[in-house]
């Protein structure tokens, strides 16, 4: 009896700290939902409340689409973050499959700098990788936008602890097979991989997605600009900010990744199981 | 069909040898086993001959040519992996065509969509299906052709990776314990169908294993290896009556052969437990081990004894083990009528003929002896 008693105290404890961190979690996208929901009036008013009295959602929305060419935006979203994906498959994949399968002199001392990699912010190269891109000329384009981001150490990292699981036998066969080393890659490893890709898909795209300083360092032309820096567009020093439609157009910049995420939700979290990252 | 020869094959990784100098030479049509203890190199010394792993001295041959340095593919070998290695995200039936795609498909036909409206591509897909179908059929796998690895049982997965191995008609097939994965009925049964299968291909088999019935009972040739050296290369009855070698002995043979300590006297004859053999060697006195197998054991009289410890009851056979007084050596009988099995406990008198027994040296080598023939030294006498 006093152990089920200690049982059922420890697990209310436990699901009021996991409540208040949701709650921590989520308060920001209600308020988002909200404000987004309320006429301007209602925004600046001095009382707090979460559900409007008058429900404006639908008039934010008309405003948000008629101020910012939001559909452009959300297409430079997709234009970018797919290139930036794509091509980081590409290069992640080979250099995975070496680090983990291949055997060379240096490939430990390799990985160990791919992990370094890991440590360094992309703000301390902010600087040098901005000069390089005006040295190309390439500033102010989708080419600064992707470029800087085609190799992920991370997704490398990533790869290659799942790629450490797939059976050596396996590659084995291929070889027997006839299958060249970078057909192993595509042929063989790529379709085992696809929980891994799947879930580096998803930091991906949502880093990348919802990345608001590197954009905003390297575009000047409004028609390149991606998502976070159209909702950016709503503030306004000198007319005010208009809350409601700021973030009526912030709901519409985050719901494909919320679609997203939920249609890959199953292999994301395989993905994270299989490769040990939790 | 080829005929493979090895010429002094080393291996190391790092500083440790895995394998030092392996001579041996696979007869065109043979089935040859390398067995041994798990750790002894014989998977290194597959997967040289495979061309999966380089050599560090040595030189592979097939048939006349040497192929150091030539991709696996193009030795023309199949192997058949202990794990199966089938592709999982494939069916049984593109597994098995990746083969013959590599082969006779260029590049541009293997691609993935363009590859497909090819005419030339349509053409070679009809050929492969043809093949796979035939081999699909003779593994009677055919009902199968359209299942993804993981809706398969063991043993179809294992017909599914033999027939992988067949359809690119290579001149060797090489096996890497390809039955340690099933349980213990169905291993026996694919013992069976591989043999048979070997016959009706009448190609090279070079088969891997540390299982030393399935060594036994499959191969036209065993290949002993230890400590990464060939210790002993021969037909299977002759490694078993016949071993060069104490670890080859004892590795060879379920139950175990019994070894004795003995001791070469003076004057040439042999002691066991104080008692002396009709047997005598040319080798300097010293002490000597005595191998004698089960079955030669006979109980029930003789000039040795022991108490009876255990006994195990196969059915149609039992094996009796004794501990023998005064030693701590522990000796196994077989026992052919099941019927009449001694107590636990109870002590026996046993013997073992003169014939039975090999002798090896303190180093484990065989040494040769010979059997005193009572009858001719008694005509010597009467002359």
């Given amino acids: 009896m006093t152990a089920l008693t200690k049982i059922s105290i420890w697990s209310m404890i436990r699901h009021v700290l996991l409540i208040a961190g949701a709650i921590v979690m989520l308060l920001p996208f209600v308020w988002m939902i909200s404000t987004a929901s309320k006429p301007p009036s209602e925004v600046f008013s001095s009382e707090l409340h979460l559900i409007p009295r008058h429900f404006a959602l639908w008039e934010n929305l008309q405003m948000a689409f008629a101020k910012a060419n939001l559909w452009r935006f959300l297409l430079n979203g997709v234009i970018v973050t797919v290139s930036i994906f794509v091509l980081q498959v590409l290069v992640a994949l080979p250099a995975a499959y070496a680090l983990a399968k291949l055997r060379f002199i240096g490939r430990n001392a390799l990985f160990a700098l791919v992990l370094f990699g890991i440590l360094i912010p992309p703000q301390a190269t902010a600087i040098p990788v901005f000069l390089l891109l005006h040295r190309l000329g390439v500033l102010d384009g989708y080419a600064a936008l992707v470029l800087p981001f085609t190799i992920s150490v991370f997704g490398i990292f990533l790869m290659r602890q799942f790629f450490r699981n797939v059976p050596d036998d396996l590659i084995d066969a291929a070889r027997m097979d006839g299958i060249s080393e970078f057909g192993i890659v595509w042929r063989v490893m790529l379709p085992a991989a696809i929980p891994a890709v799947t879930a580096f898909g998803i930091f991906s795209v949502v880093a990348h997605w919802n990345d608001y300083f590197w954009p905003l360092i390297v575009l000047n032309s409004e028609h390149l600009r991606t998502p976070p820096l159209a909702v950016a567009h709503f503030r306004n020093a000198e007319a005010g900010t208009n809350y409601g439609a700021l973030m009526a157009a912030a709901m519409v910049i985050i719901a494909p990744l919320l679609v997203a995420f939920l249609l890959a939700q199953r292999r994301f979290v395989e993905g994270i199981a299989l490769t040990g990252i939790k | ?383």
Avoid: W
């Fill in chain 2, 1 to 383: 069909m080829a005929r493979i020869e090895l010429k002094g094959i080393r291996k190391s990784f790092d500083a440790t040898e895995v394998l030092g100098g392996v001579d041996l030479t696979i007869e065109n049509g043979e089935f040859l086993s390398l067995v041994g203890p798990s750790g002894c190199g014989k998977s290194t010394l597959l997967r040289v001959i495979a061309g999966l792993e380089p050599q560090s001295a040595g030189e592979v041959t097939i048939d006349g040519s040497v192929v150091d340095g030539i991709r696996p593919s193009a030795r023309n070998l199949a192997m058949v992996f202990q794990s199966y290695a089938l592709y999982p995200h494939l069916s049984a039936f593109d597994n098995m065509a990746v083969p013959l795609r590599m082969r006779r498909l260029s590049t541009i036909e293997r691609l993935p969509l363009l590859g497909t409206i090819l005419p030339s591509r349509r053409r070679e897909e009809r050929t492969i299906r043809a093949d796979i179908e035939k081999i699909a059929a003779q593994l009677e796998i055919s009902h199968l052709l359209q299942r993804k690895p993981a809706q398969l049982s063991g043993g179809q997965r294992q017909r599914v990776a033999v027939g992988r191995a067949m359809v690119r008609q290579p001149v060797a097939f090489l096996f890497d314990e390809p039955l340690s994965n099933l349980d213990a009925k169905l291993r026996v049964h694919m013992r069976a169908e591989l043999a048979e299968l070997h016959r009706s291909l009448r190609s090279t088999f070079i088969y891997v294993t540390h299982d030393q019935a399935e060594a036994m009972t499959m191969s036209s040739r065993l290949a002993v290896m230890i400590a990464g050296e060939l210790v002993q290369v021969g037909r299977p009855a002759e490694i078993y009556d016949n071993p060069r070698d104490a670890r080859v002995a004892e590795f060879v043979g379920s139950p175990k052969i019994n070894m004795m300590p003995g001791r070469i006297r003076d004057d040439g004859r042999i002691e066991v437990f104080g008692h002396v053999l009709r047997l005598t060697s040319s080798q300097p006195s010293g002490n000597c081990r005595i191998g004698i197998r089960p079955e030669r054991i006979e109980l029930g009289g003789g000039p040795f004894s022991g108490a009876v410890v255990h006994v195990e009851n196969m059915g149609a056979e039992a094996f009796v083990h004794l501990g023998l007084n005064g030693a701590d050596a522990r000796l196994v009988a077989r026992v052919n009528d099941v019927r009449r099995l001694p107590d636990i406990g109870s002590h026996l008198s046993f013997n073992f003929a003169a014939d039975a027994v090999r002798a090896f040296n303190s180093a484990g080598k065989r040494i040769d002896v010979t059997a005193e023939q009572a009858e001719r030294i008694r005509e010597r006498a009467i002359v």
